[in-house]
């Protein structure tokens, strides 16, 4: 859990740091909305080179965003098998039939513990899912011996490994935007800077303020409720519970173990920071004053200028392909 960067703010000085939340937060908008009109891998790819750019312009740590996609690996794992499996547009690349017997199945379970056993010692998880998954695929399809129990034959097509590959890099892309958003902007500029973005809305009743709060409270203590279920869980094990081991019932109640300190711990910090903000009269609705006030500099307009080249550009591919 150490690993999470959704919602977390890194101190720098890099190009980021400097802008304006506000064109952060449009220049990001504009870009997510280009990235959905792409139509193509080629195109996608050259985004995400784009995407790298913008990492390294802004002085972030390509390894740390790497390494916080990991929470998402299974979503994008899942994503990537769903429309392999549910997507029959296209030609036919290949065709496989699956045997379910009781050497396959008995493989398979071994497969299963020698999994699990070198997950306990190896730190490249993902590399042994993927040897797992793969694992599994080759058991079941070359293991032909008889009787079969049940096969079925496993078809893929063209269109559902574009689809896959087409998908997986479009959510890579909009998390890897959004990181950089979160990132470099502090909670409270954030919540400025969505506040101010949306004060016209006033005038048909909307409270930006109000919303801006709770996006930014939101985003804010993501990191903070996974740190304090990192602790309960090592104070857990400490006491002897184990989450990856025993029955599936036994796995419930240590979830339920889990989750009950954590709301608790959710309404404690809730009621803290409600104190805080009563403390500093604080009074929702209310006119409030600030220290810093939100000013455009010339790099927000070459920022500004940059989205828009990306915006049109995009713009005029879809158009013209």
Known sequence: MNSIIIGQYIPGN????KLDPRTKIIAIFFLMISVFMLQTIVQLLIAIGIAV?????????LFKVVRG????????????????????????????????????IISAVLIFVLWRILLRFGKFKILLFLAFAFALYFNFRYI?????????QLTIY???VEMSVFVVLRL????????????????????????????????IGFNSEDFALIISISLRYIPT????AQKIMAAQASRGADFSEGKLKDKLKQI?????????????RSEELADAMESRNFVPGEKRTRINILRFSIIDIYTGLFTLACFAGTILVKVML
């Open 14 to 17: 890099g190009f980021f740091y």
């Open 53 to 61: 750019v913008i990492l390294l312009i802004g002085r972030i740590s």
């Open 69 to 104: 996609l990991k929470p998402i690996f299974i979503l994008l794992v899942f994503t990537f098998i769903f429309q392999i499996a549910l997507n029959t547009e296209g030609t036919v690349l290949s065709t496989a039939t699956m045997h379910f017997n009781l050497y396959s």
């Open 144 to 152: 032909t011996f008889q009787p079969d129990f049940y096969f079925f």
């Open 158 to 160: 063209e269109k559902g």
């Open 172 to 203: 890579l892309i909009i998390i890897t935007l959004t990181t950089v958003l979160t990132l470099t902007t502090k909670p409270t500029d954030l919540t400025q800077g969505l506040e101010r973005l949306m004060h016209p809305l006033k005038k």
């Open 225 to 228: 409720i996974f740190d304090e």
């Open 256 to 268: 339920i173990s889990l989750l009950v300190p954590m709301f608790i711990i959710a309404f404690m």
